[in-house]
């Protein structure tokens, strides 16, 4: 079988630590693997397939002999190392915001777009968390039924905001049970017991880029730039699966019946609805979990039209929202033989 | 000064206790104080007005000299009591979801509906606290603009649950916190670093019962029947004020500009929507206030013909969304004159 020479950017990060995870677990045709992160990480050690591999700092020939890079160290570092990626002749798979609408770069949920990995010049992007927990979701009954409009509000974990914001979910909330004031370090309000608008900066329209981000990256998925959205994006104490309540507005009727169908059928989805049991999808179950999940499947109550769907879902951020989605799209390459540039 | 002598049914419980301190920070012309509960909580002693003040068992014969009952003991017992309440003579502002939907009993927010107060018939209903934190903010924009549909989402305080769920989030979060798995008792589900669909039960409509609270609490406030309303309620690990993310459509285009200007007059309500520094309502800030917060006002970028605006509120559960209404309520009775059955 073919391996493939992969190197991890941001490999102590959550994302990156999940990553690692990932290919294990699916067994990707991993040849060399080569841990890179900050030079203050330099000499941290992780096993990986019964060897230990030390991490080394990213440089820009870090890339030598690489073929997949998996890059999740921040934007401002993906822009400035993918190039070189890819000029040694990497793919890159960019889990950061900084090429996602980028024309020449697709950005891809393999459940929704496989198509757009044909055309890669390089990098791949890989969409922001929020979008791929509701895009997942949201994409086969869009493809099925035709969603005109999309009203989301998340409840999204700290994991979003990186390993550090998940240790100071834990320790701030010892120290408010201990009495003592909470101090926000990584986040940028209390976040025990709390909850805030998610604090990207806001732009000219009123919404946050976390928000802009969900607009923006369904339409460049869905090949649709009629599809409307609007989003109210918040953090919540909650360490890893990011929840959101989404109602849809459709073309034609559907109904509930007609949407757990879809659903039951759909990649990367589990219908968690157990409506008597009162059993709906919950961080705590999400976490740890490949699928999405999806309940409270409703009839919109307030559109007597009957175009109208509401649901609500919850999906591991840094697996399917980052590590696994980006993991899968390897295996997309490597399953459709675009392994090199076009 | 006319004084009223005040019975609290439910005294012990959280919603009971914020009541005793509101009736004594807003100087309620309190004669007698008279607090009720059930038999285990006979001999509690809580402090009022200077004087010490034993529970006694709530009966049936309770009422006897009593001008005003601010009952919180739970829906079946406010069926059982307030008919011997009103036969005594008293006026009941029942916080209970008992008699909210009875056409005979006005449901009142004094900043929408105060006028309902008139033709009372001895029970007042006080709304559901999630209808209450939403309506205080959309009610001046409905007034102004005419809303036609709300899409909203809750971030539930597990102070809706009771006292015991207060404790329970508490004690489950140090349980968490030291590695033990979480033993939910007055909650549905782990409520430590989780949250889950609101636990009331679902309708045929797949709406649950704190989702239709909202909806029909609001048409019979707002006295219009064609008000269209959708909610997904959330309870979310936070202890006392309740969060919403609210998307409203309107008959004709309203700017955020407009929108501000509204909320910036009305009573009830206070703006908190400082974007450079991205501070908008949290819980911790609403905790404790009688105003629900509200920020993130824009308008929705999914409505290209202006006719929508999205907004994010914070309200304290135990004041606005409970004891606070019920004491404005009685005050707005005072005021009035209508201190008696029509």
């Keep these: 079988m073919e391996t493939y020479n992969v190197a991890i950017m941001g490999a102590t990060g959550a994302v990156g630590q999940v990553m690692l995870e990932i290919l294990a677990e699916r067994d990707f045709p991993v ?24 991490v080394q700092e990213l440089k820009e020939d870090s890339f030598a002999g690489i073929d997949l890079v998996l890059a999740s160290a921040g934007g401002s570092l993906s822009k400035q190392y993918n190039p070189h990626a890819v000029a040694a002749g990497a793919v890159v798979v960019d889990n950061t915001s900084a090429f996602r609408m980028d024309p020449e770069v697709p950005l891809v949920v393999p459940e929704i777009n496989p198509q757009d990995l044909e ?37 999204q974990a700290v994991s979003g905001a990186g390993a550090r914001a998940m240790e100071e979910l834990e320790q701030q909330t010892r120290e408010v049970l201990a009495g003592k004031k909470a101090e926000p370090r990584e986040l940028p309000y209390q976040i025990a017991f709390n909850l805030f ?10 919404y946050c880029e976390e928000e802009m981000k969900m607009i923006k990256e369904t339409r460049k998925m869905f090949h649709d730039d009629q599809i409307q959205v609007t989003a109210t994006t918040v953090r919540v104490p909650v360490m890893r699966a990011h929840s959101e309540a989404i109602n849809l507005e459709f073309e034609e009727p559907i109904s509930a019946a007609e949407a757990r169908e879809i659903l039951a059928a759909a990649a990367g989805v589990k219908i ?27 009839q919109d109550i307030s559109r007597p039209d009957g175009r109208g769907l509401d649901l609500w879902v919850s999906g591991d951020q840094l697996r399917k929202g980052a590590a696994l989605n980006a993991v899968q799209i390897a295996e997309e390459l490597v399953e459709r033989r675009v392994f090199q540039k076009v």
Aim: charged share 25%; net charge neutral; hydrophobic share 40%.
């Design 31 to 54: 040849g060399e693997l080569r841990l890179l992160a900050s030079a203050r990480s330099v000499g941290k050690e992780f096993e990986f397939g019964g060897k230990t591999i030390a």
């Design 119 to 155: 055309w890669h010049k390089g990098i791949i992007a890989n969409p922001n968390c929020s979008t791929i927990i509701m895009d997942v979701v949201v994409w086969p009954l869009y493809r099925q039924k035709r969603v005109r409009r999309v009203v989301v509000s998340t409840y």
């Design 272 to 298: 968690v609805d157990e409506i008597e049991a009162n059993h709906f999808p919950m961080p705590i179950e999400a976490s740890g979990e490949d699928d999405v999940l999806v309940g409270r499947i409703r």
């Design 197 to 206: 608008s998610h604090n990207s900066a806001i732009g000219p329209e009123g």
